[in-house]
């Protein structure tokens, strides 16, 4: 059972960018059902996690991949047996030309100057960008073109500004308009991209922490998730 209002708190939870419309709609969802106050940032999910290990007082992690959660558990960072998968994310080739991306071929006629993708080393869909790119074969020849985003926010950020012609970023991005062209990956020429949330020690006593991620499991959250395009991955693992 959710604390109610009677014992409202607040949780601060460090969130992968490519997350941060779904997080912003669960939360005001968590709040108004709760009445705890959810304070979010968002970031690569490298760059949160060097944050966490250098002490930032976050109490839960949603990453944009496994690892990180993994690392955490394993250096201490966070309580045990809390960490389960709370999405699935996609990724698409996106332009805001209504014209440019007309699918892989795109990425071969390579009528274009700049691709933006996020970091690879610190950003799970970066990682996801490369992978593609290298499955059909056109990395190395457009390796001189890519343009790289600290995170998922500031890749969509290149394409939308113009900075990129065209970028590889978060399905979840794009949900719910259809301007510009795009391209939706198929999953089988990139690594899944579980995302894994977990509770960080600075929160383990705090019951709104607890209570945000049995929040973020259950069918509410799901369905948010799943308007921005994830897969909704599995119930929290919190007692």
């Known amino acids: 059972m959710l604390p109610g209002p009677a014992r409202a708190g607040e949780?601060?939870?460090?969130?992968?960018?490519?997350?941060?419309?779904?997080?912003?709609?669960i939360g005001a969802l968590f709040e108004n059902?709760?009445?705890?106050?959810?304070?979010?940032?968002?970031?690569?999910?490298?760059?949160?996690?060097?944050?966490?290990?250098?002490?930032?007082p976050f109490e839960v992690f949603l990453a944009a991949d496994q690892t990180r959660p993994q690392m955490a558990g394993?250096?201490?960072?966070?309580?045990?047996?809390?960490r389960f998968t709370?999405?699935?994310?996609?990724?698409?080739?996106?332009?805001?030309?209504a014209a440019l991306v007309q699918g892989p071929s795109t990425l071969k006629r390579e009528t274009f100057s700049r691709i933006a993708i996020a970091n690879p080393v610190t950003a799970p869909y970066g990682a996801a960008a490369v992978a593609v790119l290298k499955a059909l074969g056109v990395y190395d020849a457009l390796k001189s073109k890519i343009v790289q985003g600290n995170s998922i926010a500031q890749t969509h950020q290149f394409v939308e500004s113009g900075n990129a012609e065209l970028g590889f970023i978060a399905l979840s991005q794009i949900a719910g308009h259809d301007q510009g062209s795009r391209w939706p990956v198929p999953e089988n020429l990139y690594p899944a991209i579980a995302q894994d949330a977990v509770l960080l020690t600075t929160g383990k006593d705090n019951p709104a922490a607890r209570a945000f991620l049995l929040f973020l499991g259950g069918a509410e959250a799901n369905r948010v998730k799943a308007k921005f395009g994830y897969g909704t991955g599995e119930p929290a693992k919190i007692r």
């Open 11 to 25: 949780v601060k939870v460090a969130a992968a960018a490519n997350f941060t419309q779904a997080a912003q709609d």
């Open 33 to 56: 059902k709760t009445g705890h106050k959810v304070v979010f940032s968002f970031g690569s999910t490298g760059q949160l996690y060097t944050q966490i290990a250098k002490g930032a």
């Open 74 to 82: 394993t250096n201490g960072l966070a309580v045990a047996q809390t």
């Open 86 to 97: 709370y999405a699935t994310g996609k990724i698409v080739l996106y332009s805001r030309d």
